[in-house]
């Protein structure tokens, strides 16, 4: 029988959509699509969700003459990578707390499945495909709602010791500050996140005793910089301060290559970058400084899915090494 040539499914699960891909045997995505996740159902209904995205791939792969070498999928929460199950609960998708990713497609595809962490997943991603292209030290922090982080040491995702690492946004910049969602203080999340931009520029406008506009959002926080509005420009000079504390400790501690600057904030601009940017000098220490870059993410909303098919990618690139 001839071999075919290989593709690669990638799936990109959050609380609201499943995103996921076909991909060509080099990484190329052929076809693209999505769908409610209603992660806010059952496993049950979760998984079947996924389960019409393979069908739905898998179906086109075989209309190209394509085999398909392996699943890839980024989920939020903890995933222990060797098993591919979740560890413990994920707050934006209430009952996939523990679940058997690999198992659960197994019972009903004959591929490897390969799953991981959404933010590592998109850190791979911008290290395979996108602004990290050829460097072995990446740090990605995507800033949006939360803020996420994945880091890539020596071309590898870490994972820490039990699959758990890598939670940038928890890194404290006021060990008497802020409180956090995750029962922490002073994290970095909890001051330049969206929702804490938000917070910032409203309480400095309540202050001043301005009228707060019914909708604030990071845009509109943008907008009303450039045209010279003196809270809002105060929220963003203290936001890339904040950012820069965190980037200079990131710097100090990993001596990374480059920062990637992804998520919903960071389509602010090239002048923010420069500021974070800055900002970081400002505090760095100088030799991890040396050679250091920071740039903005590439693939924006592709990143999840992109990184996945990577994974996918890069598991049967390893076995086909060890075999
Ligand atoms: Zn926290």
Known sequence: MESRNQAYIGLDLGGTFLKYALADEKGGILIKSKRPSQGDQKKEAIFSNIFFAIDEMAQAAQARQLE????GMGSPGAIDYNQCRLLGNTPNLPDWGDAEIRKEIGKHYPFPIWADNDANVAALAEVRQGAARGYKYVIAITLGTGIGGGVIINDEIFRGSHFSGAELGHMSIDYNGLPCGCGGVGCIEAYASAPAM??????????????????VNTELIFANAQNGDQAAMQVIDETCEYLGAALASFTNIFNPEIFVIGGGVADAGDEFMTRIWNALVKRAMD??????????????NDAGVVGAICLAMDAVRAAKITR
Do not use: F
């Open 68 to 71: 398909i070498a392996a699943i």
């Open 198 to 215: 938000v917070r910032n520029y409203v309480g400095k406008l309540q202050k001043s005793r301005t009228m707060v506009p019914s909708m």
């Open 287 to 300: 030799a991890p400084l040396r050679n250091l870059k920071l740039v903005r993410a590439h693939l924006g």
